[in-house]
C-alpha cells in the first residue's frame, strides 16, 4: 500500500466527535476506494462498502423514506452489515450513482449511529441530480494523484532527506551536489511516470516502463469512455479539448486558443464542454489575471487561460513517441517545457492553491502568481539552461517591487538567490 498523505486526514476525521459524514472528491483512479478501504478496515471493527455502481440494487435502499432507521433496515436486508453503533464506517462509493443517498447524508448523521464516507469521481458533474444537499452535515476533502513527496516515498527516500531538502528551500542554501543530482533524477522518473497510484505501483514495483505506459494508456481510455458516457451533448468537444491539452501546453505562451482546434471557435460553444473536464478533475484551468492586484478573482479574465491535465505521466504518455526517453536522460525542455510548467500546475493545485497568470498586452506573462501573506508571490518555470534570463519577472519587480512577496524561478539547477530573485530547484515546489 502506497504511504498517502490523505491517511493524516481521515485519522483527524476519525478523531473528531459528533462528525461530519466525509467526502471525498477526485478523478477517477486517483485511489480513493483503495485508499478509504485500507483505512476502513485498519480503523474500525466492521467495514460496510456500498459501491453504488457495482451494486444498483443498493440504490432503492433510498429510493423510500429517508429516515436513518428505514435506510439501515433496508441495507440489512440487501445483506450489507453488520451494523454496530460506534464500531461501524459505512462508505458509500460512486455515490453519484446515488443522487438520494446524496440527501440522506444529513439524516444518517443526524442519527449519529456510524460513521460516514462518501466518494465519487464526477460528483461535479451530476449536481443536478441531488435533490437536497446536506449542507452542514459533510465535510469536503479532495483527492489527487500522488505529489513528489508521496512519489520520493514510493521511490525508497526517507523523511530524513526529505527534511535535508526543506531545510535548503528554507535556508535558501545549495542542496548537496549528489543529492541534488539524485531527486533531479527521480523527478525526471515522476514525470514520465505521474501520480497515478497504479501506474506509480508498477514502476517502482518493477521499473518496467512498458508496463506503466500501459496502464497509463488504460487510464486514458477510461476518461474517454467517461466522456463518452456522461458528458451528453457536449462529448464531442470535450474530447475535441482533452486531446487538444498538449499540443497546446507545447506552444511558447501555453494558453489555450479555442481556434486552433476549429476556425472560428467560440467559448460560447466550447465552454461547457471544457468545464465539464475541469468539473470531472480531469483538467485544470489557470485564468489570466489582468492586474497585479489582490484578490485575482476580481481581475480574472476568463476567456483567456491556460488547462492543465492532472497528471504529468498522463501528459507525457499523450505527447510524443520515445518522449518518455529523452526526458529520463535528461531533456526536460521538450515540446517548451510543457510538462515542467504542467508538473507545476498539479503541485499547487494538490495545494490547494488556485491557478492564476499574469499578461500584460502579451508582453510581460507571469506562469504563476498566488497570494502569500498580504502580498503576490510570482514563479517563472524554466526547463532549459537559460534559467537566469527573465525579462518579464525583472519588469514585475521593477514595476510591483512593494507588492511582491517572493520572486522565484523554478529550474533543474540548485539554490541560489540572486538580485531580489531566489532559484529552486524544480522539486522544491513540494515545500509551497
Known sequence: M???????????????QDKKALLVQG???????????????????????????????AREAFAGNKDAGTIIMNLSAMGFGPFEKGETLIFFDEIQSCPDARTAIKFLVEDGSYDYIESGSLLGINYRDVSSYPVGFEHRINMYPLDFEEFLWAS???????????????SVTPVVDFLHERIMEILRQYMVVGGMPEAV????GNKDLSETMQIQRDILTSYRDDISK???????????????????LSKEDKRFVLSDIEK??????????????????VAYFSYNTKTFELPFAFGEKRNLYKLFILDTGLLCNLCLPKMQFQVLNGDISINKGALTENYVACELVKRDMALNYYDRKSKQELDFVFQENNGISVIEVKSGNDYMRHASLDAAIKSF?????????????????KDRVVYYPLYMTMFF
Open 2 to 16: 502506497l504511504k498517502r498523505k490523505i491517511f493524516n486526514e481521515l485519522n483527524r476525521w476519525k478523531s473528531k
Open 27 to 57: 478523478a477517477r483512479q486517483v485511489g480513493k476506494t483503495t485508499t478509504i478501504r485500507y483505512f476502513g478496515t485498519r480503523n474500525y471493527k466492521h467495514f460496510i462498502e456500498i459501491n453504488f455502481e457495482r451494486t444498483p440494487l
Open 156 to 170: 525508497g527516500i526517507s523523511d530524513d532527506v526529505i527534511n535535508q531538502l526543506r531545510a535548503s528551500y528554507m
Open 201 to 204: 505501483a508498477a514502476f517502482v
Open 230 to 248: 456522461y458528458a451528453g451533448r457536449n462529448r464531442q468537444l470535450a474530447r475535441m479539448v482533452f486531446d487538444a491539452i498538449p499540443l497546446q
Open 264 to 281: 472560428g471557435a467560440s467559448q460560447r460553444k466550447y465552454g461547457d464542454a471544457t468545464q465539464w473536464l475541469a468539473d470531472a478533475g
Open 401 to 417: 517591487h512593494d507588492k511582491i512577496e517572493r520572486a522565484m524561478v523554478l529550474s533543474k539547477f540548485n539554490v541560489q538567490e
